[in-house]
């Protein structure tokens, strides 16, 4: 495969200012489109970004493609989407953590928004606001059913996209490993909850990313309307089965 260009090639090791941390399990079909949105964001930090691709149990083509990317790789077994975020940033060089999952595209101003936020010293991080790369009703439908009961249980935060100082990650201890669903909205609340005790805000980017359908597209439009116990699993974070459903066995990732 050619070599593509990356934004962690000539790295200046002392110098690191984002790492990009992705999660991989058999992207092949989306790593590159999100490698590609990350070069464009990261054109105004020449030398100074470092993705790192978390290989989760691959059997596809989704090493060969970010190392065609000059990607820093990390192979993990883990079922466990915390331990596999954590498991990144443990080998990460940067000041500031970004995260995005593989099948997500950051938009060209995410990295810049980011450091405008953090530079400012009123933010302790924060998420994005995105949308799917396709609409539906039952897509908007599916998405009210899950995103009410998040913010009656975790209060009015963004996710999509994590950005903050490598100090206050690790501040907060990362992701919580004991959740094997909903650790996005977990992390949100204990960094906005961090913030609050040093009289900062979390902030949220606006149009952050595009990410993909492909939960809908397999399971259909009004997955979440025919399966109210998948909403129930998720808000209870633990669950096994549901979690090895929605991420490791049963999904492309």
């Known amino acids: 495969m050619e070599k593509k260009e990356s934004p962690s090639d000539q790295l200046n090791k002392e110098n690191i200012k984002f790492s ?6 058999n992207e092949e079909k989306y790593l590159g489109k999100c490698l590609d949105s990350i070069l464009e964001a990261s054109k105004l930090y020449k030398n100074q970004v470092e993705v ?9 083509r989704t090493e060969e493609i970010a190392k065609s990317y000059k990607c820093i790789t990390v192979k993990n077994s883990d079922k466990n989407l915390s331990k596999i975020r954590n498991a ?11 995260t995005i999952d ?9 990295l810049s928004k980011a450091e405008e936020y953090l530079a400012t010293g009123k933010y302790i991080g924060g998420g994005v606001t995105g949308k799917f790369e396709r609409m539906s009703l039952g897509i908007f439908v599916s998405s009210l059913l899950l995103i009410g ?28 490993e004991a959740m094997l669903m909903a650790e996005d909205a977990d992390f949100a609340k204990r960094l ?12 949220t980017i606006q149009n ?46």
Request: aromatic share 12%.
């Open 20 to 25: 990009i941390i992705i999660p991989a399990h």
């Open 52 to 60: 790192i691709v978390v290989l989760n149990r691959c059997t596809d």
């Open 88 to 98: 990144g940033v443990d080998k990460s060089k940067g000041k500031i953590i970004v």
């Open 102 to 110: 593989a099948d997500s595209q950051m938009n060209v101003h995410m």
């Open 149 to 176: 009961p998040l913010l009656l249980k975790y209060g009015a935060i963004s996710v999509g996209i994590f950005w903050c100082y490598k100090k206050d990650f690790k501040a907060i201890k990362g992701f919580n």
């Open 192 to 203: 906005k909850d961090w913030g609050k005790k040093n009289g900062k805000k979390y902030g």
């Open 208 to 253: 952050g990313m595009i990410t993909s359908c492909r939960k809908f597209d397999k399971h259909g439009d009004w997955v979440l309307v025919k399966r109210p116990k998948t909403i129930l699993a998720y808000l209870n974070g633990t669950d096994q089965k549901y979690a090895d459903e929605a991420y490791y066995e049963n999904q492309d990732r």
